[in-house]
């Protein structure tokens, strides 16, 4: 049987330390490969490229996950940054955005995880809230609250109950993409999965699946590109 092959976008960092080196380096924790392994995918890292190689990168693929990160730069929305937005990404930014419209035009199964949920509604038209409390504990530390599916959804149909899931974020979705609907809630009414209702697969979440037991979710990713 083949394997479905799992795109996985990743940092690009100036400089990074690991055994007797310090250089630039793609990072990507290494929880996202070992989550699309554990759900019965091959992991591939996708490093910020040409946004003009995009189409290319997703033709070979058979599923796609942004992964988290930096803050979207606000300009992607139309807005200005406010105090707290962290510096911008835009390698990232450019590479992601250009995967997901890849994606989307492809029919390509896509899962946006924390940032890739965030982009995936800048690519749609959408906006963020720039900061919110109380989805991180403390810098460098994730957290955890309960999330609760929406009836009917792609996401309740992977998660059918309000589950607690790894979080850390601080910022949200605010108006809703071109499309999208909302698959989840947190207890405080924020916005937690957003979807495409249709034939093609696509989810994003606001929460880490990577650093938690729960594969259901990134199973349904993997299902889905192996049925392509």
Known sequence: MTLPLIG???YLEDSARWSVWDLP???LPAGYP???QASGGLAAMLPPDDPARAAEAVAR???LVVAGGADVEP???GAEPEPRTGPPARERDSWELAL???ALAAGTPLLGICRGMQLLNVALGGTLVQHIDGHAVELGVFGSHSVTPVPDTLYASLVPEATSVPTYH???VDHLGKGLTVGAYAEDGMVEAVELPGEQWVLGVQWHPEMGEDRRV???LVAAAGAR
């Open 8 to 10: 996985v976008t990743t």
């Open 25 to 27: 380096a793609a990072l």
């Open 34 to 36: 070992r989550l699309v």
């Open 61 to 63: 693929l058979d599923g």
């Open 75 to 77: 300009v992607r929305y």
């Open 100 to 102: 997901i419209d890849a």
């Open 170 to 172: 601080h910022q949200a």
């Open 218 to 220: 990134m199973r349904g």
